[in-house]
């Protein structure tokens, strides 16, 4: 995606190894030298060499345009294919991704919407948070609210007060509160990193009335936090998630913060089918 970036997530709940980079293919350089034969002194002529290079020549021709002819005929048929495999992946990993985990799904919209948007996000993320500001209010008016978007919050979180905020979001419960907290640890990033037991404090009494004992009882609650792991881990093993944000869009895995201008040209052709 153009403008998408992302932030890696190797020092999560347990460490991930990005994904090595496949080597890139070799390439094939045509040689400025003439071939033996072809430029001889007419001096010295080589009947024998010269019926080669033509026999030669004329079995390259031959191959070349068999494999145009072949490429034309069969690439359609090739291309075709690629595409209903990659689309039967799609699928199988959208069906996946709707299973029940440990914690129930946060989400917003029709679940009859022709699409669905799964991200995978951090509270710390600084790229989660400019989409979250700047792209999640326009798809949610366009998409979300008008019935043609079903869109899923899944927590990511990459450290300790990552998963604390991530913790009193969940014990906010309420969908539409959890949101809200969600946006607004999205513009406290760095108050949360500096003073985290304070901002932790603060917004769990300004978006729920919660005193200090009640999130302070919140963020440690073993049962909540192993639940976070284990839909942490299965993310990695099940959906190679390993930066933030990671998108699934009908099953399509995309990683990082896209405009929405390019969140939207991924939307429509979906919208037709």
């Known amino acids: 995606m153009g403008r998408a970036s992302r932030h890696a997530a190797a020092d999560g709940p347990r460490a991930v190894t990005a994904p090595g980079e496949q080597s890139a293919a070799a390439r094939i350089g045509l040689s400025n030298r003439r071939p033996a034969g072809i430029w001889m002194s007419p ?40 595409m209903a495999q990659d689309s039967t992946e799609a699928r199988l990993m959208d ?39 700047n792209v999640f209010p326009m798809l949610k008016e366009k998409y979300i609210d008008t019935g043609k978007v079903h869109f899923v ?3 990511f979180p990459r450290n300790g007060k990552d998963q604390a905020a991530m913790m009193l979001a ?4 309420d969908t539409s509160k959890f949101y809200a907290v969600i946006a607004q640890f999205f513009k406290q990033q ?54 933030t944000p990671t998108f699934f869009i009908n099953g399509k895995r ?6 929405f201008w390019e969140l939207e040209a991924m939307i429509k052709p979906l919208l037709k089918k």
């Not at 079995?59 to 034309?72: C, E, N, R, S």
């Not at 440990?102 to 948007?117: E, F, H, N």
């Not at 799964?118 to 400019?130: G, L, M, N, Q």
């Not at 969940?170 to 419960?173: G, L, M, T």
């Open 95 to 133: 069906a996946r991704l709707a299973e029940p985990r440990s914690l129930p799904d946060m989400a917003l919209g029709s679940t009859d919407a022709p699409v669905r948007i799964v991200e995978y996000t951090s509270i710390v993320c600084p790229h989660c948070a400019e989409f979250g500001a």
């Open 190 to 243: 760095d108050q949360l990193m500096r003073q985290t037991i304070e901002t932790l404090r603060l917004i769990g009494k300004q978006q729920a009335g919660m005193d200090n004992s009640a999130v302070d009882k919140c963020w440690g609650d073993q049962s909540l936090a192993e639940d976070l792991l284990r839909d942490w881990n299965f993310a990695v093993d099940a959906f190679g998630v390993d930066a």
């Open 254 to 259: 995309f990683v990082g913060a896209p405009a």
């Open 170 to 173: 969940r014990c906010i419960a």
């Open 43 to 82: 001096l010295t002529p080589n009947l024998r060499s010269r019926h080669l290079i033509v026999i030669r020549i004329v079995f390259a021709a031959a191959v070349f345009l068999i494999g145009i002819t072949a490429l034309a005929g069969f690439t359609p048929l090739l291309i075709g294919a690629a």
């Open 153 to 155: 919050f899944r927590e």
